[in-house]
Nanobody, 132 residues
Framework: QVQLVESGGGLVQPGGSLRLSCAASGFRLDAFAIAWFRQAPGKEREEVSCVSGSDGSTYSTYYGAYVKGRFTISRDNAQNIVYLHMNSLKPEDTAVYYC??????????????????????WGQGTQVTVSS
């Protein structure tokens, strides 16, 4: 069965850190771009970060402006996992975080209304709550 499973979410105080994991089963992540999206209550799903496909140690990354400098995406092809390291968390980072596998190997720069269609395998999401 082809699936993505997120883990690592939870409750953290402002300024704290979390590491989210996205583990794939039933297929290899290596060749595909993998992205993290988030959706807060009453808001549209937005792209947080993306890492391109890689057959080695070289890959490209993308970050949304609101997380740049605080979040880091990485991939471990041997473990078939993609991580999202989140530092300096803010209350506005509170959302359900989803990982998704793209149809191709590149992180595409597309308007929000189109970017979701480029991803065809989605995880179930993990809740991140930033609150004191």
């Amino acid at each position: 069965q082809v699936q993505l499973v997120e883990s690592g979410g939870g409750l953290v105080q402002p300024g704290g850190s979390l590491r989210l994991s996205c583990a794939a089963s039933g297929f290899r992540l290596d060749a595909f771009a993998i992205a993290w999206f988030r959706q807060a209550p009453g808001k549209e799903r937005e792209e947080v970060s993306c890492v391109s496909g890689s057959d080695g140690s070289t890959y490209s990354t993308y970050y949304g402006a609101y997380v740049k400098g605080r979040f880091t995406i990485s991939r471990d092809n041997a473990q078939n996992i993609v991580y999202l390291h989140m530092n300096s968390l803010k209350p506005e980072d509170t959302a359900v975080y989803y990982c998704a596998s793209a149809k191709g190997g590149y992180c595409l720069s597309l308007p929000p209304e189109h970017i979701l269609h480029e991803y065809d395998i989605w995880g179930q999401g993990t809740q991140v709550t930033v609150s004191s």
